[in-house]
């Protein structure tokens, strides 16, 4: 008799978890499909019924993802989001939105409630940035990118006494190489730098250094096009614009024709740079890009929580 009261026990209290799941889910899914409501509703142009845009499948989809995101962050990295990262999140959010009409319009789409906020809006940013930011400075996921690079400069060094020519063929066969150019003059007071990609700045490394995000968004945006037309061959780069620690190792690497330097790591590629020519007035260099390993993949692979 005893048994069989422990055993309803613990099957009316399995039974009450998961109905506390279920209903915790549900609240995630409505609170999420609220939030893309706002979001939908100042969409420009005709639209599509939001329903049809964003089934509730969909919805239920993304709101498993961020769940994913969040085990994973914890099982592989061992970091766990805790309430004072979410609240300082959520003030992060408060005191930087550029559209303080549009964050109004998703607390009331929530309740005006606090809690729920945080959980469908400030938790999910917080735990894609620091899950991100670990993978992209993960050594052992990205070593074998590393290890290619590592050997396109020992060839590249290895060629240095045959020629540029026989340093930029070694380089790529590395993988692909765009040539870049900076200007030493100032820049003119009417020009303003190219626009760098938006999204939080995180640390690169060459060596012992460490420099900004905007290095590598930089070179990004000199090696747009391997074969540039009218308007970017215009389109002036100054050194001046690149990060101040990134300007010191070029300094300090770049020197003259066929000068390698170290291979240097950003978020998303290692890069790898080759003198080509530097005078007072400009530095000119072919620069291979090693892509890393694409985040979405990597956390496809994951095993769901």
């Known amino acids: 008799m005893k048994r069989r009261l422990v055993l309803s026990l613990a099957l009316l209290c399995a039974a009450s978890s998961l109905f506390a799941a279920e209903k915790s889910s549900s609240s995630a899914v409505a609170d999420r499909a609220a939030v893309e409501r706002v979001y939908y509703n100042h969409r420009l142009g005709t639209k599509q019924p939001f329903e049809q845009v964003l089934p509730v499948a969909a919805i239920e989809k993304a709101v498993r993802a961020e769940l994913k995101k969040e085990a994973v962050l914890k099982g592989v990295y061992g970091v766990a989001i805790t309430d004072a990262q979410v609240a300082a999140e959520v003030q992060r959010i408060d005191s930087t939105t550029r559209a303080p009409e549009t964050l109004a319009e998703i607390k009331a789409a929530l309740g005006k409630d606090a809690a729920r906020f945080a959980r469908t809006v400030a938790r999910p940013i917080l735990v894609e ?177």
């Open 129 to 305: 940035r620091e899950l991100r930011a670990r993978f992209e400075n993960d050594d052992k996921t990205h070593a074998p990118q590393r290890r290619l690079a590592e050997r396109a400069r020992e060839a590249a060094l290895a060629a240095q006494k045959e020629g540029f020519t026989v340093q930029l063929a070694a380089l790529r066969e590395g993988g692909a190489v765009n040539e870049a150019t900076w200007l030493f003059a100032p820049r003119p007071a009417e020009t303003s730098p190219s626009p760098h990609p938006p999204g939080p700045t995180t640390s690169e490394k060459t060596g012992s250094v460490s420099y900004a995000n905007e290095a590598a968004a930089q070179v990004a945006q000199v090696l747009s096009s391997p074969e540039p037309g009218r308007e970017d061959a215009e389109r002036k780069s100054y050194f001046e614009d690149l990060p101040g620690e990134l300007q010191q190792v070029l300094r300090a690497q770049l020197r003259q024709l066929g000068d390698v330097s170290a291979v240097i790591e950003g978020p998303r590629a290692f890069q790898l740079y080759l003198a080509r020519e530097r005078t007072a007035a400009a530095l000119s260099a072919a620069v291979l890009t090693l892509p890393k390993r694409s985040y979405e993949d990597w956390l496809a692979q994951q095993p769901e929580p």
